[in-house]
């Protein structure tokens, strides 16, 4: 089975932010051993259908319903340039609780009753159980489905891509925390300028937000992620993305909105054809 068509963006914060109490979960992940990147979203997707398979709401949750405790914390390991690891949480599960509470605000009654393993009530208090766990971090992950959301593109050097066209194929990028924030204020600004308060705008302020959680000397990985199934070796080639979007905020910044406009329409027809392939499906 293919991995989940989803991208990612991901934090990797250095180990000594996870050294007080709060941060036990995190160590003991370490100490069972690292997730390869290629293979975390497989594990939370099995993760999420046990629980779903074995009538509970999230990972992690007790089989009588009661208090879930301190459930285990699968993690992502980089090597830091002073030796010092560098640690991403999955979060898998108050990311799924998330989900879920998305899940209810948005959806039917109808679906909502059909799909959830528990009552609509004891899943609404679940998830917020669940999302209160994280205190007052912030997820290491976020997500998207059939697709990269192309503010992201904002925070990366095109040139700086790693693109594994073996087993497994995989495309990503790994930028300093300091830099990444910089990127997605400028981004930000140029866009809010050009374009007002449009959807790229309040993505790329989103993300600054989120960034700014996290410890300056970290790193940020954006990663195709199960999306590079849906691409063959080509394509994954000639992709230039990254580019294209940088190249649209110099012309948004110089006032060419006809460069910019051409290379969104190229994004917008790579892309378009991705997430299309959801519908093929």
């Excluded at 979060?91 to 799924?96: E, L």
């Excluded at 937000?209 to 990663?223: A, I, P």
């Amino acid at each position: 089975m293919p991995a989940p068509f989803l991208s990612y963006l991901r934090v990797y914060e250095p180990s000594r932010v996870f050294a007080g109490p709060s941060g036990g979960p995190v160590r003991a992940g370490l100490a069972r051993g690292a997730v390869p990147p290629e293979r975390a979203g497989r594990l939370e997707r099995e993760l999420c259908l046990r629980a779903h398979i074995a009538e509970r709401l999230l990972p992690g949750d007790p089989a009588d319903g009661g208090p879930a405790g301190a459930p285990p914390v699968d993690v992502l390991v980089l090597d830091g340039v002073d030796g010092e690891p560098l640690i991403c949480p999955l979060d898998t599960r108050p990311r799924a609780a998330a989900a879920v509470l998305g899940f209810l605000a948005e959806e039917e009654p109808l679906l909502r009753s059909s799909a959830l393993p528990v009552p609509e009530a004891a899943a609404r208090r679940r998830a917020e159980a669940a999302m209160v766990e994280l205190g007052d971090a912030a997820a290491h992950v976020v997500t998207a489905s059939w697709t990269v959301p192309l503010p992201w593109f904002a925070l990366v050097d095109p040139e700086g891509r790693q693109l594994h066209l073996g087993r497994p194929r995989r495309v990503s990028w790994r930028v300093p925390m300091r830099v990444a924030r910089s990127r997605a204020a400028a981004a930000e600004r140029i866009v809010r300028e050009a374009l007002g308060d449009v959807g790229p705008t309040e993505v790329l302020a989103e993300t600054a937000r989120w960034l700014d959680r996290f410890d300056r000397d970290s790193v940020v990985e954006l990663d195709y992620g199960g999306l590079v199934d849906l691409l063959d070796d080509d394509a994954l080639r000639a992709d230039t993305s990254a580019a294209e979007v940088q190249r649209a905020l110099r012309a948004l910044r110089d006032g060419d909105e006809k460069t910019a406009g051409a290379c969104y329409d190229r994004l917008r027809v790579f892309w378009g054809a991705v997430a299309g392939k959801q519908r093929a499906g």
